[in-house]
C-alpha cells in the first residue's frame, strides 16, 4: 500500500481524529446485535493509545438524514467500547458544537473522546468545506479507518484530509492490501465467484475481472440475463431484458481474453419466493415457463468446486441463490463450506451478503480476509479509485 499509516506519523502527545465505521446492527431496544465492526477498530486504537495519543473516535450510524435523531445515537457504542477496552469512553452530545469542543479541548493522553453520529450535520454527506473545518480544529492528524464507508467523498471520510495530515488505520491498510493484491497481482490460478440478483450492479466489476482472472463463476438472479441472452428459456426468473446485448458482450469478451466465463448448468427452481414452496432441479437451459430459478444445483455446485480446488486466489462477491430462504441457501452454503476447507490459498470474501453467508455457515475464521465494506469492495473491485483512500498522504 503506498498511503501512509499511523505507524509512518508521529502521533505521541497529539488529538488524533480517527473516523471509524461504528454502523452497527441493533434490535428494537438498541442493544447491538453484532460488534464486528467495533471489534476490527480495536487494534488502530490501541496502537494509538499505547503511543499516548489524545483518541478523538467518530462515525456515522444508520441513516438520520442531517437530523438528530436520539434512536441513531452513538450511546451503544460508546459503551460497547467502553466494555472491550476496559476504559472510559466519554461521548459528546453534538458532533462538532459546544459539548465536542468542550470534551476535546483539554484531553489527556490516552484519553478517549467519542463524537455523536457525523450525519446529525446537514453537510456531513455533501461534504461541506466548513464542516470539514471544524472537525479538522479538533484535532492535529487525522486517520481514515473506515473502510465500508471510502467511496464516499463525505466531510469525515475524505473533506477533513484537506485541512490535516491524513493518514490510514489498520484495517484500512489492511483492506487495501487484500483487495489491492488480489486485484493487481494475485497469485494464479485466480476465480472470481459473482452472485447477486443484478448484472447491471457488477457491470463494471464483471468488466474490470475478466481483465485479470483466470475463471469467473457466476451465480444468483443475475445468471438469468446471461442464459436469456443465448437464447435459452428461464421461466419466471429475474432477468434484465434490457442488459442482454451487454451479457453477451461480457461473454464475447471473456472469450477474447482467454478466462474461462461458468454459468449454472443446472437449477432449483421453486414455484414462488418462500420456504414450502414446491421445488425441482432442472436444466439451466429448460427451466419451465411457470417456474423460478432459485439457487445453482447439485452438478453446478460440483462444476463450481472443481474449478476451485486448484485456485490460489479466490474473491467472492454475491450469493449463488436466494440464501435467505433455508431452503434456496444450498448453493452458496456449499460453496461457503468448500471455500473454509481449501488450504494454501487467499480466499477474500467482499463483504455484503457474502460475508453474512460465511458469518451464517460460522466459516468466517476460516477465511482469509473479509473485507467490512459491501459498497466499497465493490468500487475497489470494479477498480475505481475510493474518495477515502486518495486523500490520505502518499508514501
Known amino acids: ?64 438524514k442531517g437530523e438528530v435523531k436520539k434512536e441513531f445515537s452513538l450511546a451503544p457504542v460508546a459503551s460497547e467500547l467502553q466494555k472491550l477496552l476496559g476504559k472510559e469512553v466519554k461521548l459528546a452530545s453534538d458532533v462538532v458544537g459546544e459539548s465536542a469542543n468542550q470534551l476535546t479541548s483539554n484531553m489527556k493522553e490516552g484519553e478517549i473522546v467519542l463524537l455523536e453520529n457525523v450525519r446529525f450535520e446537514k453537510g456531513e454527506e455533501k461534504n461541506d468545506e466548513e464542516l470539514s473545518k471544524k472537525f479538522a480544529s479538533l484535532a492535529e492528524i487525522y486517520v481514515n479507518d473506515a473502510f465500508g464507508s471510502a467511496h464516499r467523498a463525505h466531510s469525515s471520510t475524505a473533506g477533513v484530509a484537506s485541512f490535516l495530515p491524513a493518514v490510514s488505520g489498520f484495517l484500512m491498510e489492511k483492506e487495501i492490501n487484500f483487495l489491492g493484491t488480489a486485484i493487481s497481482n494475485p497469485e494464479r490460478p485466480f476465480v472470481a465467484i459473482l452472485g447477486g440478483k443484478k448484472v447491471s450492479d457488477k457491470i463494471n466489476v464483471i468488466d474490470n475481472l475478466l481483465e485479470k482472472v483466470d475463471t469467473l463463476i457466476i451465480g444468483g438472479g443475475m445468471a438469468f440475463t446471461f442464459l436469456k441472452a443465448q437464447g435459452y428459456n428461464i421461466g419466471k426468473s ?82 449463488v441463490g436466494v440464501f435467505e430462504l433455508e431452503k434456496f441457501a444450498v448453493g452458496t452454503n456449499s460453496i461457503a463450506e468448500f471455500l473454509g476447507s481449501l488450504e494454501n490459498v487467499t480466499t477474500i470474501i467482499g463483504g455484503g451478503d457474502s460475508a453474512a453467508a460465511i458469518e451464517k455457515v460460522g466459516l468466517s475464521d476460516k477465511m482469509t480476509h473479509i473485507s467490512t465494506g459491501g459498497g466499497a469492495s465493490l468500487e475497489f473491485l470494479e477498480g475505481k479509485k475510493l474518495p477515502g483512500v486518495e486523500c490520505l498522504l502518499d508514501r
Request: proline share 3%.
Open 238 to 319: 429475474v432477468c434484465e431484458l434490457d442488459k442482454l446485448d451487454l451479457a453477451n458482450s461480457l461473454l464475447e469478451k471473456a472469450k477474447k481474453k482467454g478466462a474461462k466465463m461458468m454459468i449454472p448448468v443446472d437449477t432449483v427452481v421453486g414455484k414462488e419466493f418462500s420456504n414450502d414452496t414446491e421445488s425441482k432441479t432442472v436444466k439451466s437451459t429448460e427451466i419451465p415457463e411457470d417456474w423460478e430459478g432459485f439457487d445453482i444445483g447439485a452438478e453446478t455446485i460440483k462444476l463450481y468446486k472443481e474449478e476451485l480446488k486448484d485456485a490460489k486466489t479466490i474473491v467472492w462477491n454475491g450469493p
Open 1 to 64: 500500500m503506498n498511503k501512509k499509516t499511523i505507524k509512518d506519523i508521529d502521533i505521541s502527545g497529539k488529538k488524533v481524529l480517527v473516523r471509524c465505521d461504528f454502523n452497527v446492527p441493533q434490535d428494537e431496544n438498541l442493544n447491538i446485535t453484532d460488534n464486528r465492526r467495533i471489534v476490527s477498530s480495536l487494534d488502530t486504537i490501541k496502537y494509538l493509545l499505547d503511543n499516548n495519543a489524545k483518541v478523538i473516535l467518530c462515525s456515522h450510524l444508520g441513516r438520520p
